[in-house]
């Protein structure tokens, strides 16, 4: 029991930080970024690049992932998001498109054979049973400090208010002096690092592999489906009750199943609730 | 105004492709893995070799390729292709299971002579059997999954009871057709040949991020080790293995460690890992011929994979084959007549001595032994100690700490010995 | 926007050009329009649904696996004869695609898009699971019976099933139900205020594009001769589809089919320079520039240009 | 064809706020009422509950003695009340002609499919609201204010109403606009139309009723002819906004 809890807890921090990106953009910007899942990619392996082939150091190479998805961010809000003027099935399309093509620039770089990551920190540590090793601990850790620094940049800072303002009604938001668009650059940016630093966790969990966008998009979209357009607490809630029904169906029941009930959530939540389990107005 | 651009355009590759009196060659497989990469490369020497040599009936021989990104439905677009606007002579093949299976109905709508270098699928040696004539132009030189499975269970006798003393399993699949076919081998082969009680099966999807309660799981059933069956995104299951230091031993099936490439992929988290592998593998010790083609290799190519993975030997020595029986069949064309002489080339490599490897295949009628089934048009294979009719199906190779690896059995080829990680007590 | 007599000529002119083209093209290109017309029918198939209702679906394979699996399973497990298999295969897309999807259709814009993609999802994980025996599990199926062989007689079926497809579906859309179809996709509560029942015109919309997925779907995997879920419910697959329909043109019936030959013929012929991933770089590279310039498609700005050159000579 | 709407006691809250509330408004067959109150009173609620667009909590709503509530939207426009919008919902990527041919369209799909359409009655639709033969093909996007209302009007006049809701049919229009609309309505009404109609327009308003009825957060607060209700205290403390 507690080897589930330890393990469901470890899981769901790490989804949680996943899926907050993808949260941030679609509830400041009302636009579902099917690219999301590449900044995970493009994380992943700008750390393998980096810190394992170059052999800088983790922390260098976290930073220059992180780099690299900010740009991204910034790059894909300029070229695609922006053109195409907030028509969101146009958006979620384009940026569709923008995924698979990334995922062929990277089997060209890098070729369509799997990689492992290097645990970020060797090591781990035994209790009650359960294997906590210390990357995936540092990665759970990780996930809850830049979520709480997320949710304190939203609650307390100028740009972090004028995000909200803009996620409640971007028309008045725009009467009242915040300038939509700086506002929106801001939350792709933030998104895009946020997931390439996702990456980095993600990939240490599992592998590197150019496919490896679609699984983590799943999961960040059940996160936003059932938790609506959802607060950044509602995200982490979410993020919980997926992670803990994976590992309880990998532990209690089966664990080929493991995928299937994320899907009947999130199927069964839309048909009941249209708008989500927590759909609330706000991040 | 698209129909004419379109017709004009079709009709400059219609020109293009049209052929001047040369062998064409197709490749089929991924050109992005190290899987595809090996038997292209192996057939890019073997060609290469045989031009230098003068050709084939006095023509060169040239090489076209298709890319399937290892996916069905463009291997079926890429088997077209070769056939109809390359129009290959032969075909070789670097396709993983499924898309071999998904253009096979090309090749015998075809015919065109092929050669398939990497798929095991024992389903496609019994379409062989059901239909000699419409599967004529087909060979595999690579031992069936069933030949290596076989060989496997000794394996366990041997090693796992006799040296290491186990006396249970718990059985980690991959929620796949494989993981299925391997697993009811083990569960109705090690058992009771080797003594080994299966305790449970535990069935995993195989897009699972997080191990940590599937180890948990096996741990609790008190079993003595794990079996792990994994084809698809093994490198998962094993480094987190590594990574949790799961305090059990775990062998079995692990496809990605089968490329040199593997200590450098996983960083290294694959230390203790060992898998079953068709010959020759990494840390299979070669004999000169084969060392020469390794070194011939290396030379030209400074790309992974490095070293040429066991279907890389096959493409190579394969596709030398092909060619020796199209000079004896006069052609391709003649497919009966191609199939025929191809069955029959027979190439033994000695080392030291002894029979080391031996690239044939199969007859129609003879029975093997241990398995006592027919396997036409399969890479010949021993089941047996001492191995003087062939090689041995497989090998067990296994990863050791320090980045070496070595084979473990059988003890005829084996280099190194059986251990347990070093957390393991 | 009535019929004319010259819609009818344009279109035999169409099919009597495609027929035409076995004496005039290499069989390699013909095996290339047989894939791209079955994208077409694809995209057709999704473009009934989303291009014109504006309900965007990522899970159209969700569709298309219902009708190719159900033939694929009774002809390879239960010996029954393609001609019944694949009218059942094309009457269980549209029953099984309506249980599932019809709650799906109160939902609407993006989560409409991501509920479909869920179904995706989740009918790739239970083929796998359940009935192996019966699906083939991950390895899928092969060796199921073809309805043709030889590339000329695979071409004359596929662009006979095609042209019949693309031709029903534009007659359909030329009626007032097309037009109320397209209404819905521009403002559904003004067609509801309109006094016309949206659920019903969704229902028939769905049912319409579950006929055609179903059975393109269903010929698909007798043209193949195999099954394969991973290639089946692929992202990939349902991004050709969507792109195809869109490139070529949402909302019109050549659109998706000029899109399905376009994308198809792009990806075959780089295959001789570029054979390796650079292929997909620049097919996806292409698609994307295309759709940013111009998200109406290829029909689109070929009306333009032949706006441009009518207004030159005028 | 005139119809007679009854409205019992209908109850709507969103939230904390009541919306309408314990509204209630008879309408004789053939008479035309005036629905007035100043911005937020509840006007548009009162439309939308009649059409079904939102669902009163509770209360009665019958057309002819045939009860609204459980009927959906089309059913409802089938029984035969129509409504206009506030803000026009033109089909952007549609003429003018293919706006009212939607309007024309039965609720069947069959005849939908089987029959074409009636350019004929399409035309005398669009002529009838002042528009132009040569405008008829002419996109939204190409019309100006005034004629997306006369659009509104058109594709509500199709549905072939006995009862019409108006809602703010003037707003954005020319005196010349609304001359012409007027003159509409007056010979709608001549032909026995019932109709409830909205306007901030008072004075356009005032010729076109029978009738007024004002409200305020919900609540009626006079009903009567018009310079009555509008010389009521209530009615002008809330226009005051008190």
């Known amino acids: 029991m507690l080897q589930v809890l330890i393990q469901g807890l470890l899981l769901s921090g790490l989804y949680a930080l996943i899926a907050v990106g993808f949260t941030l953009v679609f509830s400041v910007g009302r636009v579902l970024n099917l690219a999301y899942g590449a900044y995970l990619l493009i994380g992943g392996y700008a750390y393998f690049y980096f810190a394992q082939s170059l052999g800088l150091p983790k922390f260098a190479g976290v930073l220059l992932a992180g780099i690299l998805g900010c740009v991204i961010g910034l790059v ?41 990551l290097l645990p970020i920190i060797p090591g781990v540590e035994r209790v009650a049973g359960a294997a906590i090793p210390y990357s995936n601990l540092f990665a759970a850790v990780a996930s809850w400090v830049i979520l709480l620094a997320l949710w304190w940049f939203v609650k307390t800072t100028h740009t972090g208010r004028a995000m909200q303002a803009v996620s409640m009604d971007a028309k008045g938001a725009a009467i009242s002096g915040v300038d939509a668009d700086r506002i929106n650059m801001i939350t792709w940016a933030i998104s895009g690092t946020l997931g390439a630093v996702a990456g980095v966790f993600f990939a240490s969990y599992t592998q590197l592999y150019p496919g490896m966008w679609v699984a983590p998009l799943i999961i960040a979209v059940a996160v936003v489906i059932v938790g609506g357009i959802g607060s950044i607490i509602g995200t982490l809630i979410v993020a919980h009750i997926v992670g803990f029904l994976e590992v309880m169906t990998s532990a209690f029941i089966a664990p080929e199943l ?21 759909g609330r107005e706000e991040i | 105004m698209t129909l004419r651009k379109l017709l004009l355009s079709t009709a400059l590759v219609g020109v293009a492709s049209a052929a001047s009196a040369e062998i064409k060659v197709g490749f089929i497989g991924s050109l992005s893995s190290d899987t595809g990469l090996s038997t292209l490369r192996g057939a890019e020497m073997a060609i290469e070799e045989l031009n230098a040599a003068g050709g084939v009936m006095g023509e060169q021989i040239v090489l076209v390729t298709a890319d399937t990104q290892e996916d069905v439905t463009e291997g079926v677009k890429a088997y077209e292709y070769l056939a109809e606007t390359e129009e290959v002579d032969f075909v070789i093949s670097g396709s993983i299971d499924d898309v071999s299976l998904g253009w096979l109905p090309r090749m015998q709508e075809y015919q065109i002579p092929t050669l398939d270098t990497w798929t095991s699928y024992i389903g496609i040696i019994d379409m062989v059997v059901e239909d000699p004539e419409g599967m004529a132009p087909y060979f595999m030189n690579i031992a069936s999954d069933e030949a290596l499975a076989t060989l496997y269970i000794n394996f366990g006798a041997d090693v796992l009871k006799a040296k290491m003393g186990f006396e249970s399993v718990v059985v980690l699949a991959e929620d796949t057709a494989f993981g299925e076919a391997i697993t009811g081998l083990v569960t109705e082969g090690l058992a009771p040949v080797a003594g080994i009680e299966v305790k449970e099966v535990i069935t995993y999807d195989i897009g699972t991020v997080d191990f940590a309660p599937i180890f948990s799981k096996a741990e609790s059933t008190g079993a003595d080790f794990i079996y792990q069956v994994s084809s698809v ?27 040199l490439e593997y200590w450098e992929d996983t960083g290294g988290a694959g230390g203790g890992i060992s898998t079953l592998s068709p010959v020759p593998s990494v840390g299979f010790a070669l004999d000169p011929v084969s060392q020469k083609f390794v070194d011939d290799y290396q030379a030209k190519y400074d790309s992974r994979p490095k070293m040429p993975h066991f279907n890389g030997f096959n493409a190579y020595y394969g596709l030398k084959q092909a060619m020796a029986a199209a000079e004896e069949a006069g052609g391709f064309k003649d497919v009966a007549a191609w199939s025929s002489a191809m069955l029959k080339q027979d190439l033994k490599l000695e080392k030291d001595g002894k029979l080391w490897l031996r690239y044939g295949f199969w007859d129609y009628d003879t029975v093997e032994p241990v398995t006592n089934r027919t396997y036409p048009h399969n890479a010949l294979f021993d089941l047996e100690a001492p191995y003087d009719f062939a090689q041995p199906s497989m090998v067990v190779i296994q990863w050791q700490e320090d980045g070496t690896v070595g084979v473990v059995y059988p003890f005829e080829y084996a280099n190194s010995e059986f251990v347990l990680p070093s957390w393991v007590k | 926007m009535g019929l004319r007599w010259y819609h009818f000529a344009l279109w035999a002119a169409f099919a009597a050009g495609m027929f035409l083209l076995p004496e005039i093209v290499p069989r390699g290109t013909l095996r290339t329009i047989i894939f791209a017309n079955f994208l077409a029918i694809f995209a057709i198939s999704w473009d009934t649904l989303s291009g014109r209702t504006g309900y965007v679906s990522f899970g159209h394979p969700f569709l298309i696996g219902i009708g190719a699996y159900t033939t694929a399973i009774l002809t390879k497990r239960f010996d029954v004869p393609v001609e019944i298999s694949i009218p059942l295969a094309v009457l269980m897309t549209m029953v099984g695609g309506l249980i599932v999807l019809l709650p799906a259709l109160r939902i609407k814009g993006s989560y409409f898009a991501l509920v479909t993609l869920a179904m995706m999802e989740l009918m790739y994980q239970l083929v796998q699971v359940i009935r192996p025996d019966l699906t083939g599990g991950t390895r899928g199926m092969s060796g199921l019976p073809t309805l043709t062989r030889g590339a000329v007689n695979g071409f004359y079926m596929s662009t006979a099933l095609m042209l019949s497809i693309a031709f029903t579906t534009w007659l359909l859309m030329k009626t ?62 349902v991004f050709t589809i969507i792109v195809a329909a869109l490139i070529g043109g949402a909302g019109t019936t050549i659109g998706p089919i000029l899109g399905a030959f376009f994308l198809t013929f792009l990806l075959e012929y780089l295959r001789p320079w570029l054979p390796g991933a650079e292929r997909y770089l620049i097919y996806g590279g292409v698609a994307l520039v295309l759709y940013m310039y111009q998200p109406k498609g290829l029909i689109y700005l070929m009306g333009q240009a032949v706006r441009r050159v009518r207004k030159g000579a005028a | 064809m005139s119809a007679h709407l009854s409205i019992r006691n209908l109850i709507k809250r969103f939230g904390g706020l009541t919306a309408t509330n314990d509204f209630s408004l008879e309408i004789t067959p053939g008479s035309s009422v005036g629905l007035i109150g100043p911005n937020g009173a509840g006007k548009t609620t009162i439309f939308s509950q009649i059409m079904g ?6 209360g009665q709503i019958a057309l002819d003695g045939l009860e609204l509530t459980p009927l959906a939207t089309a059913r409802r426009i089938r029984a035969g009340v129509s409504r206009t919008y506030q803000v026009p919902r033109p089909f952007a990527e549609m003429s003018v002609a293919e706006n009212i041919r939607v309007g024309l369209m039965p609720d069947n799909i069959w005849s939908m499919i089987a029959q074409g359409p009636d350019p004929d009655r399409e035309l005398e639709l669009a002529l009838s609201v002042g528009f132009t033969k040569d405008q008829l093909e002419k996109l939204p996007s190409e019309l100006s204010m005034g004629d997306l209302r006369k659009l509104e009007m ?62 305020n957060h919900g609540t009626l607060i006079a009903d009567g002819p018009y310079d009555e209700v509008m010389n009521d205290a209530a009615v002008r403390a809330s226009y005051l906004g008190t």
């Open chain 1, 76 to 116: 894909k809000y300029r070229l695609i998001v922006k053109p195409l003027k907030g028509d969101q099935v146009a958006i979620e399309i384009a940026t569709l498109i923008l995924a698979v093509v990334l995922q062929s620039a990277v089997i060209l770089v890098f070729g369509d054979s799997s990689k492992i």
């Open chain 1, 258 to 278: 493991r995928g299937v009930f994320t899907m009947i959530l999130i199927i069964g939540i839309l048909v009941l609730r249209p708008k989500g389990l927590f």
């Open chain 2, 233 to 259: 995104n093994s490198q998962v299951i094993s480094s987190q293995y590594v990574k949790l230091q799961v305090p059990m031993a775990m062998t079995g099936v692990n496809v990605s460690a089968l490329g």
């Open chain 3, 176 to 237: 007032r139900l097309g037009t109320a179809l397209s209404a819905i996709g521009m403002n559904e509560e003004a067609v509801a205020g309109s006094g016309l029942s949206v659920t019903r015109l969704k229902l028939v919309a769905f049912t319409a594009s579950a006929f055609t997925a179903g059975l393109g779907g269903a010929v698909y995997v007798h043209y193949l001769g195999s099954i394969a879920p991973r290639a089946l419910f692929d992202i990939n697959f």
């Open chain 4, 53 to 58: 667009e939102v669902r009163q909590d509770s």
């Open chain 4, 154 to 215: 058109a594709r509500t006049m199709a549905t072939g109403p006995r009862m019409m809701l108006l809602d703010e049919v003037f707003a954005g229009l020319t005196v010349g606009e609304i001359a012409m609309i007027s003159g509409l309505v007056q010979q709608m009404r001549a032909d026995g139309m019932t109709f409830l109609i909205v306007s901030h327009d008072l004075k356009a308003l005032e010729p076109l009723i029978d009738r007024a009825v004002a409200i």
